[in-house]
Each structure stands twice: as C-alpha cells, then as structure tokens.
C-alpha cells in the first residue's frame, strides 16, 4: 500500500511539473510584456534593467522557467506586484484555509447527500418522490450557476434576512475584538480537524470489526465523540464563540449553494450504478440468505455502487474548485478562488500564477486521495497494488 | 447453537418437503405466462431428489418459488409448499426471511457471481450464522465452523480470509456449498450446481455432494438439465416439461424403464457406452411457448403416442407403481426397451 | 463496378454487390442509394428509441425553441418591429421614455410614486431643481412595455433583442466548441487505441491530466491575460476537453472497432495504418462522438456565460454579458425589483445548457442500450 502511495506522488509530482510549466508558458504568450506594465516609463533605462533583474525577468525564456519552476519547489513563489511588497506566498497561505474550508465541506456534504439520496433512490423505484427529486437534481446539475448563487442570496440574504449577503465576518461585530478574523478561523480548523479525527478512528475501528452491530456501534461512537469534542472545545474557548459563531454564518450559504450543485451529479451517478449493482447474482444470494433489505441495500449492493461513484468523482472535483472559485466571487468569500480572478484582472501576474498553481495543487491533492479511497475500498484493486 | 426450527408436526416418517398442486405465473407484457402448472412431488428426509428438464421448463421457477425469491411480476396462484409439515407460503415477508437460509437453503446456478467482491468469504459465510444462530456466535465459534464446512468439501481452511476472486471456479463452488451448510438446514436446492464448470472438476463436485449427503443425512433437491448428473446423485426423479411434472419415481426405475413418452424419448436420444449399439431417435420440435400452451396434455404435439383424448384432457399425474408416476393417458404404450433409429 | 476492399462490410449491399458482379450483370442500384436507405431505416429505428425518453423530447423541443429564437432575431430586426436601429440594436442601442415628475419636499411626502420624486434623487438627475418644480427623467432601465417586451437593460437597449441576439452567439460558441472537441477527441482516441505503446500513454496520461484541472480558473487567468473573444474560446474549450475524459471513452470504444475481422481483412489487402484509421475506426466512432457533442455544447454555454459574467470575454453581447451588465450597475442586489434584467437572461443560459444536456442523456440511453429503464 505505501508502495502504491509513494508511486502516486511521483506521478503527481510529476504532472504537477508538466503543469506549472504549461501555465509559466502560457503567461509569457501573452502580448505585451509584463514589465511594461508595472514600470514608470521614467525611470531611466539602467535602473529599469536592475529592477527587471532583481525580479528575474532578464535573461533567456528558459533561465527564467527554471528559475520560476525551481523557486516553486522550494516554496518561493515570488513578490506579488499588486499588493507588493508581500510575497506572493504569504498572500496565498492567508487564503488557502478559507478555501480550503468551503471547498472541504462542500464535497464532503455534496458526496453524502448525492450518494445516500441516490441510493435511496434506486432501491424504492417509482414513485412520485423519484421522479421529483431526479427532475430536480437535473434542475439543479444544469442551473446556471453564479446566477443561481445570485439567487440564494436573493432570497435567503436580502429577502429573508438569515443569513448575512456577503464577505468573511461582519465589520461591526468585529470591533474591538481581541483576536483576528484569521486566528479565529484557524482555532475554527482546529476545532473542526479534531472531531474528523474522532469520526475517522470510528470508521477504522468499524472496519477491523466483522460483526456488524459493533461496528455500527464503532460508528456512531466516532460521530458522538466528534460532536462532543465540538462542543468542549468551543466551550472551552469562551468569548471567542461570539466570533466563530459570525464566521459559520458567513460561510454557511456559499457552502449549502456550491453543495446544491455538486451533489446531483454524484446522485444521479449513484442512482444508475445501484441499479446496475442490484442485477447481480450476488444481490439474489443475499436475500436467500435471509439478509434484511436494509443490509441488502447498504452492506451489499451500496457498497459497490459505490467503486464507479468515486472514480467519476475525481471528475466532480474539478467541477467543485472551479465552482469554488465562482462562489468565493459572487458571496465575497476571500479564499484562493476570489484572488485569482481579481489577480487576474489588475494584471498581477507573479500572484495570479501562484494562485492558479496552487489551485492545480490541491486538485491533485484531491485527485490522490481519491485513488487511495478508491483502492482501500476495491480489494480486486488492493491486492493487485500491493503486489 | 440451536437453528430456529418451524413449528411442523414432524415425523420420521413424514417427508422433509411435500408440494401440492403448485401454480405460478409471471405476469408479463404479452401475458400471462404459466411457469409451473399442478407441480406436486414430496421429498423423503435424507433423500435427494432431481429436477430435470429443457432450459424453460420451469424447474428454476420452481426453486425460486419454494425459497419464495420469485421477481416482482410473478404471481403464485395456488398450492402448498410444506417444509417439516408448515406452509411457506402462508407466511408473512419476515418470517420467511427468517426461514431462509436457517431450514431452506440454495446453491444457485453460477456460483461464480454468488459472491459479493468486496468482502472475504468467510465473513460473508459469517454472515448467514449472525443472522440465524440464536445466540449469535461469537467470531471463535463461527470461524470453528467455517473452517470444518471447508474441510467437508475440501477447501484450505487459509482461504476462509481471502476475497472470492482469488478463488477458482470450482473452490468457489464448493464454497457455495459450504456456505448452504452454514446454518444446518433442512433442504438444499442446488440448482444447476455443476454446470458451470469443466468436466473433471463437475465429476469432484459431484463426488462431494454425494459424500455430504451421505455424511449429514441431507435433504436435496436438485436441478439440471443434464439427466446423466442427476442419474448419478440423486434417489428420486422427477422429470419436467413445458411446467408441468410429467413422471416421478426412484431414478434407477425411471431410468431401468421410462414409463412417460417424454422420458422415453429423452433416454433413448442418449447414446450409452456400455448398451447395445443403436441409431440414436432424436426428439422433434420445440417446447411450447408458455404463453399460449397446448390443450390438454402439453407434450401431445411431439408425443409419438398421442391419440385424440391426449388433445383435449390434461393426463393428472397418477401413481401407477410405488413411489411412481406419470402423468399420460398412453403410458401403457410407451415400450419396454429404448427406441431404434428414427420413429 | 469495383468492390472496394476496405469498404465497412454491409452485408446487404455487398452480398448484392458481389452476386451480381459474379454473375456479371449490373447493380439493380447504386451503392450509395441502397446506404441512404439503410441509413434512413437506422435512422427511424433510433428515432422511436430516443422518442421514449419523455426528458430527451423535452430538451430537443428546447433546442428547437431556442434555435427559433436565433432565427428570430434577424427577420425582427430586418422585417419586424425592431427595425429602427438606434432603439433596437442589442449593442448601441437607446431608448428611455423620459417621464415627468413633479418635484416633492421630501421621499415622506410622496403621495404617488409614478408622478413624484423627491427632491434628494431629483437632484441626480435634474440639477438645481426644487420642490415644486418639474424632473424629466429618463426611464433607464424600464420595465417590460409593449415597445420593450422584457424591458431595457441599465444603458438603454431592449433586452428582449439582446437575448435573441446572444442566442446566435450561444449557438455559435457551441457548435465551434464541439466540432473542435469531437475532432481531437477521435483523433486522439482513435491514435491511441492504434498505435499503441508510448503514444497511447502518454495521451492517456496526458487525459488524466486534463481532467483532473478545473476548466474554469484555467480560463479565467486565459482570458485575463489574452483577449478572448467567441471563436477562441469556442477553440479553447474544444482543444481542453477534447484531450480529456471524452478522448478516454472514444479510445476505447476505437479498440474495440480495432479488434473486429474487417479491420484484418481491409489490412491484409494493403490498407496502410492512416487509411485504416480514416476510413474505418473514425466512421464508426463517429455516433458515440456525436453523442459527446452534446455533452460539449452543455459546457461551453455555461463557461462562456460564466466567464462573460465576470467580465472577462471579448464579445458584443452574450447572455452572460447582459448579466454582467446588470451586476455591474448594481441591479442585482436590490431583489426581484428589476427582475427583467435578472430572470430571462439567466433562465436561456441554464435552459439551453439542460436542453442539450437532456439530449445527450436520451441519445446516451440509444447508444447504450444497457441504460435504458426497463
């Protein structure tokens, strides 16, 4: 297995180089040249020359690209023009957990729901429930999006007032307040890495055990613990709730909106891939057997629906950051998303590079963890990996 | 560890299983199609009784409505299935789930794809004892008896923690039946059980299934469309055509002397090594299409021996001799010796 | 008349065809007739399947719909009502009924909101005026009116002739994009399933790669640093899906078309590997890829809206761009107040992008028959 993991960095780092060398070339196709843009023109020629220098934009194309491929490497990304003179690096890194934290929570909801209403759903054919949901899972699969998210806000921000239209935190509650928006979020991270924590020793824990109703309980230990370790833990952190609090609403209609949309696809996906499953023989044994429908539908036939489910998902997560990146625009969530378009249109190139870069980062990331789910839950897989 | 047992009145001189006048149908978008007609046979305790039949005569339906696994658009018009004296066909969805597997258990065709992929064998034979041991077992208890169902039809007791496809085609067979075994029920059905598999492993399985009968006293049922398979391992035979059950009787009799024409014909379309030499008599036609059967008998149309009465009264099936029947209205006809050549 | 060798065996025809050159008499008819009429009959089979999926009616009764539209626009335009230009062209158009307000002391002491105005927003619009005295306003942007059937947009132009008009520009985006998207995708699919080796590797490495990045910050930093107008970007999308997951399918689909005896028997009389891919695995990859078609249209309407959204495609109007207009002049925030300008253009996008996905989905269930609900 840790051969398997160690041969699927290689390769992602690998493509992850090919990547960042087709956007490094991409960026310097572009007409114009960058310097122009960013230079007084009165600055005198020598002076032009040592700044250009000191940004590593003289020399041949290809000192450049390896310049810029190695500097990534090791961590430098370079000074970013339109907010100079933060590096390029500290901008990002102040953005990555926000978006990190939407796109985190949106999968996560948008994979349960569509898997659990999908295979609902194929168990119980018929019906007029079936037909809704499908036509509205459809609905919502096509809708257009940043006018759909437009909308939610519309309607849950302007017209009902629930939550707040837009942003990170509201500037009035925060006043006067002893922490930073960021080193509230970051305590909210912890909070929220501690609890996985809880719910993923559950479900190891669940999967050592062969019987099933202590595996269950194993489960739905995890779940308890993490909510109670919520609830400490904020307890514990007093005052600081008040502003937590103010940045979970925030975040709570850009999460449900990116969710709405990604969740049909896996739906509709889980939908078709049970009802293959369900024509197996297997599925007849489990019944001669006496299994209890419910057992059927999740411990036998869900359980492989599921393997087709989470290859097509590395397509959905594509479709997640890039809906990432139009609903940190539209609901002003400043995450990496929203900087790379405004990056983008002020023309900053070092940061919109970067951003784009990293963006590529995490969809491999993503794209890693997928095939390592995905060979943990295929044994036909497993062993072959682990030859 | 105590199976739960149905609430019959049993004997030891009641049989194990008794049908009575069985009728299914499936309810299709042409219509009706009548699968099983007036099915009726009774099986001995530790007897084994084979099914045989063309493909779509209606001996797998007949399994399926015993276990009560019939699709959606089947439909059971009439009849008793009686397990140690109770009628699974009275009972309510749960209480037949709780029934399956703990006193009527299945050895399906292909048992290839009986296994789900994703989990070990042995937690999915595991499997059946939680669900129908009462107490439950505890994982010592169940893998004892794992492992001695694996040492009973010859399997490495290593693989019980191996996947299904790390096995061959014929240890997955011999699994299946290990795992029929799991809860120690009162009737098997192995339906087609060697047909998926080359011939010398079909010869081992059979080999097995003898020794298992022999051993535990089992009650079976099986099903095949190969009468030489069945010749060999079962007590009693029950020939099928076109649903209906047309002869049944202790197999060296039927076999010694068919008495039905289709029986007949069927033997004597069998090239034998050690009789005498003939021209093979090969059967004409196709079985009937079910959604429109003949009138009165079904087989009268290829029946050599028909007469006018066989077109318009269906022949009950009769006990002519002990534990022999037939159902024709000419059986008096049908000769002594197989036929020669071409009729 | 020749039997072509590395003709796809149809077995009518060339039974015909063989039969009668043996017997040295003429073809009752010609090749390509007796291929139309197989051709047709396929056609109407497959028709009647399609027909079956209520959703696939649906979406091609949407196409239908919309390309009315498309078709709309210029006999409105040329013949119509919309024929005065300054009013209604979708780009530079104007028109503002100016309405007379009377100027009141405060917004308390308006009595009819159609005839008065305070004095405060008065003052953006008429300098120097007090109550008492007479505003002209411009109704910029106007709501739905018999002149303007969804109304004008916030600089003045009819939003009903910017909607058909982008419609055009929808149509057009999407057919560049799945022409070029189908075009590399078979020739991709079909050169890795043939060649083989390194190169059917490396594309399919390269595949993966493809689709594993997000479309659109791709294209956002694209068109950030270039000047993306339709054409291109219809290029763009097509090149960047094409080499992804639609590229995968059609490989595999190529090998099996590979491995079939009439892809032996063309070989054996001589057909070269070029050959053989043109003239055999490409034509019958085709209806899959046709199916992908669909599929690619869906993406492009989207993305271009969403990339015109925020402001970042070089074109003279797309829905996208009405959206954007709206959103930019602060419209949008305000609720459904000035709905029109929020609701026509943003339901053609989704509506259009569904319609062709419903297509794809029913011809999918054609394709595949295993899909289908029975």
């Known amino acids: 297995m840790l051969k398997f993991i160690a041969k699927r960095l290689v390769q992602m780092a690998f493509l992850f180089f090919l990547f960042l060398s087709l956007v490094f070339f991409l960026l310097q196709a572009q007409p114009g040249d960058i310097s122009s843009q960013f230079l007084n023109p009165t600055i005198p020629a020598e002076v032009q020359q040592q700044i250009l220098g000191r940004l590593g934009l003289d020399g041949s194309i290809w000192n450049q690209w390896w310049n810029y491929v190695s500097n990534f490497f090791a961590g430098n990304l370079g000074v970013s023009f339109s907010q100079y003179p933060q590096s390029v690096m500290s901008v990002i890194g102040e953005r990555v957990p926000r978006t990190l934290f939407l796109f985190s929570f949106a999968t996560l909801f948008a994979y349960v729901l569509g898997f659990g209403l999908g295979k609902r759903l194929a168990w119980k054919r018929g019906g007029l429930g079936e037909y809704g949901v499908t036509i509205g899972g459809v609905l919502l699969y096509t809708i257009f999006y940043p006018w759909f998210a437009i909308l939610m806000i519309l309607l849950f921000a302007s017209t009902l007032g629930w939550f707040p239209i837009s942003g990170f935190l509201t500037v009035e509650v925060w006043r006067g307040a002893p922490w930073t928006g960021n080193e509230v979020f970051n305590q909210l991270l912890l909070s929220i890495g501690i609890a996985t924590l809880f719910v993923v020793a559950g479900l190891l824990v669940a999967r050592r055990v062969s019987e099933r109703s202590t595996a269950r309980l194993a489960r739905r230990g995890g779940y308890v613990a993490a909510a109670l370790s919520l609830v400490g833990f904020w307890m514990m952190r007093g005052e600081m709730w008040t502003y937590a609090r103010d940045i979970l609403s925030h975040s709570f209609l850009p999460v449900v909106t990116l969710t709405l949309v990604a969740f049909a696809g896996t739906m509709l996906l889980t939908r078709s891939s049970m009802l293959e499953t369900l024509r197996e023989d297997y599925i007849l044994t489990a019944r001669a057997k006496g299994v209890p429908e419910k057992d059927i539908r999740d411990h036998h036939a869900a359980r492989n629906a599921l393997l087709p489910v989470v290859t097509s998902f590395i397509l959905g997560l594509a479709f997640i950051i890039g809906g990432g990146v139009v609903t940190e625009t539209v609901f002003g969530w400043p995450g990496m998303g929203a900087l790379l378009l405004n990056a983008t249109i002020v023309e900053d190139v070092p940061l919109a590079t970067g951003a784009l870069a990293f963006i590529g980062v995490l969809a491999l990331v993503a794209h890693l963890l997928v095939d390592i789910l995905y060979v943990v839950l295929d044994p036909r897989i497993r062993i072959q990996a682990g030859k | 560890m105590e199976v739960v047992e149905g609430d019959g009145h049993s004997s030891a001189e009641t049989p194990i299983l008794e049908v009575r006048d069985l009728v299914m149908n499936y309810q299709t978008k042409s219509g009706m199609v009548s699968a099983v007609e007036d099915v009726s046979f009774s099986l001995p305790r530790g007897k084994s009784l084979g099914l045989v039949g063309e493909s779509g005569c209606g001996k797998t339906s007949i399994a399926l409505t015993l276990m009560r696994l019939l699709a959606n658009n089947a439909r059971i018009l009439g009849g008793q299935v009686l397990l140690d004296g109770e009628n699974l066909l009275e009972l309510g969805a749960e209480e037949m789930r709780r029934r399956r597997w703990a006193d009527l258990s299945m050895v399906f065709q292909g048992a290839m794809n009986s296994w789900n992929p994703v989990y070990t064998v042995g937690e999915q034979i595991r499997e059946t004892m939680d669900i129908h041991w009462h107490p439950k077992p505890t994982s010592a208890e169940a893998r004892a008896k794992t492992e001695e169902l694996f040492r009973l039809v010859g399997i490495n007791p290593e693989m019980i923690d191996r996947y299904p496809h790390e096995f061959s085609g014929g240890m997955k067979q011999r699994a299946v039946i290990a795992m029929a075994l799991a809860c120690d029920p009162k009737v098997i059905i192995a339906d087609e059980p060697t047909t998926a598999l080359d011939v010398i492993v079909q010869e081992q399985i059979l080999v097995e299934l003898k020794k298992i009968q022999n051993e535990l006293g089992m009650s079976i049922i099986y099903i095949s469309h190969d009468i030489a398979v069945i010749a060999e391992i079962t007590d009693i035979l029950g020939v099928m055509y076109a649903g209906k059950l047309v002869e049944v009787g202790p197999t060296t009799e039927v076999f010694a002397r068919p008495r039905h024409p289709y029986t007949w014909l069927i033997l004597s379309s069998t090239p034998s090594i050690t009789g005498p030499r003939r021209a093979l008599a090969p059967l004409e036609g196709e079985p009937p299409n079910l959604l429109d059967p003949p009138t009165g008998c079904r087989f009268h149309p290829r029946c050599p021996f028909a007469t006018e009465k066989c077109s318009e009264l269906e022949p009950p099936l009769e006990e002519i001799s002990e534990g022999h029947a037939i159902a024709c209205w000419n059986y008096e006809q049908v000769p002594v010796t197989l036929a020669r050549g071409v009729l | ?374």
Not at chain 3, 44 to 54: R, V
Not at chain 3, 59 to 66: E, K, S, T, Y
């Open chain 3, 1 to 374: 008349m020749v039997i072509k060798d590395s003709d796809p065996p149809v077995l009518e025809t060339l039974e015909e065809a063989v039969f009668e050159v043996q017997a040295g008499e003429q073809l009752p008819e010609s090749l390509w007739k007796v291929r139309w009429k197989l051709a047709w009959g396929g056609f109407k089979k497959n028709w009647k399947l399609f027909a079956e999926n209520k959703i696939g009616l649906f979406g091609l009764f949407v196409i239908i719909f919309f390309a009315g539209m498309a078709i709309a626009h210029p006999i409105f335009r040329s013949v119509g009502p919309w024929q005065n230009d300054s009013i209604y062209d979708p780009v530079i158009g104007y028109d503002a009924s100016v309405v007379d307000f009377e100027v009141v002391a405060t917004e308390a002491d308006i009595s009819d909101p159609t005839s008065q105005i305070d004095a405060i927003n008065a003052q953006l619009w008429c300098f120097g005026v007090f109550p008492g005295d007479t505003c002209s306003v411009p109704q910029v942007p106007a709501p739905p009116s018999s002149d303007h059937w969804l109304g004008t947009d916030p600089l003045g132009r009819d939003i009903a002739s910017q909607l058909t008009f982008s419609t055009r520009a929808a149509f057009f985006l999407g057919t560049i994009a799945a022409v070029v998207t189908v075009v590399v995708a078979t020739t991709v699919g079909s050169m890795a399933a043939f060649y083989g080796g390194w190169l059917d590797n490396f594309l399919m490495r390269l595949a993966d790669l493809v689709l594993l990045l997000p479309l659109i910050p791709i294209l956002i930093v694209i068109s950030g640093m270039f000047t993306v107008t339709m054409p291109l970007l219809g290029i763009l999308i097509g090149i960047l899906s094409g080499f992804g997951g639609t590229a995968i399918v059609l490989k595999s689909q190529a090998l099996s078309v590979k491995v079939k005896p009439f892809i032996d028997a063309a070989r054996v009389s001589g057909g070269s590997n070029m050959h053989l891919i043109f003239r055999h695995v490409i034509p019958n990859v085709l209806p899959l890829s046709f199916l992908y078609m669909m599929f690619t249209v869906t993406e492009a309407v989207s993305l271009e809206a969403t990339l015109s959204f925020f402001g970042l495609i070089n074109a003279d109007m797309t829905w996208g761009i009405m959206l954007n207009t709206a959103q930019t002049q602060g419209y949008l925030r305000s609720g459904l107040e000035f709905w029109w300008m929020l609701i026509p253009a943003g339901v053609a996008v989704s509506l259009l992008a569904a319609g062709f996905f419903f297509v794809g989905r029913a011809m999918d269930e054609v394709i595949n028959p295993r899909l289908r609900s029975q």
